[in-house]
């Protein structure tokens, strides 16, 4: 698929109101999901894009989308479900304004800022208060843990 297909296809499907988040994670790949809980990946390819690949991952009240290297997170803040690649479902305090981190690097955990804390959320499923004892709305999305070089 080329490039220009890609992007007409993922416009359609945006205008059908079909997807509700869809970001590009750092190796080009492309993640479109809806509050339907389908959810549909665009590999780039040399020449422009694959074809589409759908997935079902469960209806969710609301939902953001990054991705952590190669693979998709999902977050529901309203439920406090993180999705990770792998498929886990991890639960965090609901809170409508939480905002999932930006799409970055393969890292150890998925960052979340909440209303209270910035929480780390590792591969593993466990969840870390990075910082607590906010209060108001998130100040802005987080970054992506990067590793320093030493």
Known sequence: MTSASAVALLLEIVYLN?????PVGTDGTVYAVS???RLMTLKQTGSGFGD???????ALTSVQVSAVGPGVVVYDPVAGVVRLPDG?????TPDAAGRLQ???PVASGVLIATSRELLSVSAAGEVQSLFGGGGGAPAALPLPLVPRSE
């Open 18 to 22: 079909e997807v509700d988040w869809a």
């Open 35 to 37: 509050l339907a809980g």
């Open 52 to 58: 589409p690949v759908y997935g079902e991952i469960g």
């Open 88 to 92: 886990k479902d991890v639960r965090v």
């Open 102 to 104: 930006q799409p970055g």
